[in-house]
Each structure stands twice: as C-alpha cells, then as structure tokens.
Nanobody
Framework: QVQLVESGGGLVQAGGSLRLSCAASGTIFRFYTVGWYRQAPGKQREPVATIGSDSSTNYADSAKGRFTISRDNAKNTVYLQMNNLKPEDTDVYYC??????????????????WGQGTQVTVSS
C-alpha cells in the first residue's frame, strides 16, 4: 500500500521560506511523477509544481521564480522549496503521485495517490 506523508508546513511571515517534504512508502518512488497541489476551502485543488520520473519540472505561473521542486529517490522523498512567500500562498498543500505509464509494469498500478495535506500560512 502506497502512502504519502507531507510535512514542513507552518506559519511564516511574508518574504520567508518553507520547505515541504513528501515522503513515500510502499513503493519505488522514482517510477512516479510527483506533484504539489494547493487547495483553499471551497475551491478546487490546483497544481503548484510537478516533477517527472526523469526529474523534468513544471511550475504554475504563481510559483515560477520562487518555488523549486526536487526529488531524492534514495530517500523516496520529493521537496518543495518555497521562497519569498506571500500571503496569497496561504493554503493546504497536498502531494500527489502517479506512476509513469512506462513503469506501471513495475508499480502494478496507475492510480493517483494523495497525502493528507500540510497547512501553509503566510502572514502579512
């Protein structure tokens, strides 16, 4: 059973930094594309950044230049370094993982997995 556990959220002043971590267990994480998403109450979950199994990255416009997604496959962990945080970055941040199609033969599943979320609050 694949489990994702996020950590690193908290309260920070505007201009500060946080590093979120998404630790996976129960699978070989390097076979997965992993993404960070954010969600405010009553709103849809939206992507912030993704990193492929080949370490290619994509960012939402709001994250470009301030956030960096990275992965350490030896630790089965993906990180989101968040710098120059703004009050509008306040949300619950979720980690998502989905096996790349070419690796489903190893992971035996193509379903999405989600973590429980971690709260990020940026004060002005």
């Amino acid at each position: 059973q694949v489990q994702l556990v996020e950590s690193g959220g908290g309260l920070v002043q505007a201009g500060g930094s946080l590093r979120l971590s998404c630790a996976a267990s129960g699978t070989i994480f390097r076979f997965y594309t992993v993404g960070w998403y954010r969600q405010a109450p009553g709103k849809q979950r939206e992507p912030v950044a993704t990193i492929g199994s080949d370490s290619s990255t994509n960012y939402a416009d709001s994250a470009k230049g301030r956030f960096t997604i990275s992965r350490d496959n030896a630790k089965n962990t993906v990180y989101l370094q968040m710098n120059n945080l703004k009050p509008e970055d306040t949300d619950v941040y979720y980690c998502n993982a989905k096996a790349d199609a070419r690796y489903v033969v190893f992971t035996k599943t193509s379903r999405d997995y989600w973590g429980q979320g971690t709260q990020v609050t940026v004060s002005s």
